[in-house]
């Protein structure tokens, strides 16, 4: 935020359908999550962004960009490891660029084989970062066990915080607990300039909204990394 650099991108799946046109992921990520196939989905979708994650890290090799993939609960099982190894040995990329997102709610289903899972994807040297920080179960029971390097606070602390003193403490208090805890923080739905000075002010270190880009295509995508920073008039 400091720099307005951009760091990285965070991968989202959106579905152009032959007969109805643009999908919308909330119409079908549910359904594709009760049938089952949400995890054939996040395979493709971890691939996919890895290996473009290599690319851009070939293209700007003094970059260090990051890319961070959202993961299902249907994912988090041994399986996931084996998909994994297969990415990092197939493509080459800085371990410690990659980062997987889980949401709270996720991690208080299976507490204890979910740490396992965890453990095992950083000692890979992946990163890991909790979605939507605030929104879902409580996790500071056990937030110090997890290995996690990011907390993400989501848009509904961000976007709201400057006219609504209650958000505007939540998301205060989260980058006060991360720092504590020596994570770092990206706050969600960044969209003016005054949420972007005000979250300056609290420390927190990265962002993401519309204010800086909307969701684009790798090509677009590339053509931002190539402004290397985001320009003051792009809200």
């Known amino acids: 935020l400091q720099s307005r650099m951009v760091r990285g991108f965070e991968a989202l799946i959106r579905w152009q359908h032959p007969q109805r046109g643009f999908v919308p992921p909330g119409d079908f990520i549910a359904i594709a ?4 196939h949400i995890v054939e989905i996040g395979t493709w979708v971890l691939n996919q962004a890895v290996a473009q994650l290599a690319a851009w890290q070939r293209q700007f090799p003094d970059r ?20 994994l190894d297969q990415c990092l040995d197939n493509y080459a990329i800085a371990q410690q660029t990659l980062t997987l997102e ?10 204890e084989n979910t740490c396992r899972l965890l ?4 000692a890979r040297g992946v990163h890991l970062s ?5 929104t879902g179960y409580s996790s500071l029971s056990y937030l110090h066990q997890l290995p996690v390097d990011t907390l993400k606070i989501d848009r509904t602390f961000v976007s709201n915080s400057i006219t609504n003193p209650r958000n505007q403490v939540v998301a205060e208090s989260i980058i006060a607990l991360s720092n504590l805890l020596n994570l770092s923080t990206i706050a ?4 003016s300039e005054a949420e972007l000075s005000w979250l300056k002010q609290l420390g927190c270190e990265l962002g993401q909204g519309f204010f800086f ?23």
């Open 33 to 36: 999550e009760e049938t089952g």
């Open 64 to 83: 260090s960009i990051r890319m961070s993939v959202n993961l299902s609960v249907q994912q988090l099982h041994l399986d996931l490891l084996t998909h």
């Open 102 to 111: 889980i949401t709270e709610s996720m991690l208080v289903q299976d507490v």
């Open 119 to 122: 453990e095992a994807i950083h």
């Open 130 to 134: 909790i979605d939507d920080f605030g």
């Open 188 to 191: 969600e739905g960044v969209s």
């Open 213 to 235: 880009a909307k969701p684009l295509p790798v090509e677009e995508a590339t053509a931002l990394l190539q402004q290397r920073t985001i320009a003051v008039d792009s809200a």
